[in-house]
């Protein structure tokens, strides 16, 4: 129980000390001459792309913006929806080819037409259901300049409706503030400290080319982090950074979509099967287990239990003050957080092992 408690303060004082060394954006940032790019890969977006088009068209500071939407073999009214709100629309029919995932592949065709005509100095990635501020793309291009970065993922506001979303969609964050040194996986070219949300990517295009691009991922499912990790391993420096300001997204609507979405992805999150174990082991250690002390224990079992506790909740607290999310009462709920994370890691390896995994109709590896 001691142990548990003591990492547990040890995580809460490392989000503190993260939080206070995270690259964040200048709020009213330079204006960028540079060839800008934003490709969005959409599939089924009729309800969120026409508005995603409407944020880029009041982008301010970037008079060299382009923007490129591949409608994604949709059924709905996704490619019209792309076409009014103003982008440059090519659709792909069918499913990728053999060894890509739809994303990837999405991605790696949006990266060929950039090149096409006026080649960009920077590539954007962006997931349509994101908003974002006027000056998001500047800024996020100003950070990765002035930080020499050939990657930075500006981590946007996860907004959560739903009690499932609110207990879950926060760890993302919550994940790399309290376990990745910042200041030392920036400087690092440690594929391992990579961290990279795939909802808005801002890249070098020399530098994104020069590893392959979408192309050196294709297979994978998690290819935000992939990429980054492709980036570190030709020599090139990458970062999360505060988006808090920049953009937000609604990444899933409800129970079922929670379940769904992280279904496809956390079989992978941790590299295998006993990689998922021993971190779920440890976070039952240190969120899980000091809760428990607190509640059921006695005498300095409980103590210590409070004391574990406690430190959860404030590196939850800390996470979501960086996020711009709410902190309280989802804070205390960090173990049952925990819990849910849990039960769909096992929900994920159970559906990877049959097969049985698909995301927006198609069939997952």
């Known amino acids: 129980m001691r142990a548990g408690a003591l990492l547990a303060v040890a995580g809460a004082v490392h989000a503190r000390t993260n939080r206070r060394l995270l690259r964040r954006p200048l709020a009213a940032p330079p204006r960028c001459d540079e060839q800008v790019t934003v490709c969005v890969p959409a599939r089924d977006e009729e309800r969120t792309v026409g508005l995603l088009l409407g944020d880029l068209r009041r982008q301010v500071g970037v008079p060299r913006l382009r923007v490129l939407v591949l409608d994604d073999d949709s059924t709905d009214a996704t490619a019209a ?22 994303k990837p592949a999405a991605c790696h065709r949006l990266a060929e037409l950039a090149r096409e005509g006026r080649t960009p100095d920077v590539l954007v990635f962006v997931d349509a259901d994101v908003r974002l501020a006027p000056h998001a793309v500047a800024a996020s291009v100003e950070l990765l300049r ?22 879950v969609q926060p760890l993302q964050q919550w ?21 990279a949300n795939g909802q808005l990517l801002v890249v070098d295009a020399a530098a994104y080319a020069g590893v392959g691009g979408h192309g050196a991922v294709a297979a994978e499912v998690v290819e935000d982090v992939a990429l980054a990790r492709a980036l570190r391993r030709a020599g090139h420096r990458t970062a999360p950074a505060d988006g808090s300001t920049l953009a937000r997204c609604r990444m899933y609507d ?63 607290a800390t996470a ?36 049985a995994l698909t995301w927006k109709g198609r069939q997952l590896p």
């Not at 996020?323 to 989802?330: F, K, L, R, V």
């Not at 173990?335 to 994920?348: F, K, R």
């Open 81 to 102: 929806r792309a076409r009014a709100g103003g982008a440059q629309v090519t659709s792909s029919h069918g499913p990728p080819a053999p060894g890509w995932l739809g």
């Open 146 to 167: 002035r930080h020499r970065l050939a990657l930075v993922s500006p981590w946007p506001t996860q907004l959560a409706g739903s009690v499932a979303e609110r207990l």
């Open 175 to 195: 994940s790399w503030l309290t376990t990745l040194p910042l200041r030392v996986a920036e400087f690092s070219r440690r594929p391992s400290l990579a961290a």
């Open 254 to 316: 409800g129970a079922r979509e929670v379940r769904d979405g992280y279904g496809k992805s956390l079989w992978t999150a941790f590299g295998s099967p006993a990689g998922s174990a021993a971190v779920l082991a440890l976070l039952g250690l240190t969120q899980v287990l000091p809760a428990v002390a607190a509640l059921a224990g006695s005498g300095r079992t409980r103590a210590w239990g409070l004391l574990g506790w406690a430190a959860g909740a404030d590196s939850r």
């Open 320 to 355: 979501a003050r960086t996020a711009g999310t709410p902190g309280w009462p989802d804070s205390v709920a960090q173990p049952v957080s925990v819990l849910v994370l849990a039960a769909l890691t096992v929900h994920s390896h159970r559906g990877h092992r049959r097969g």
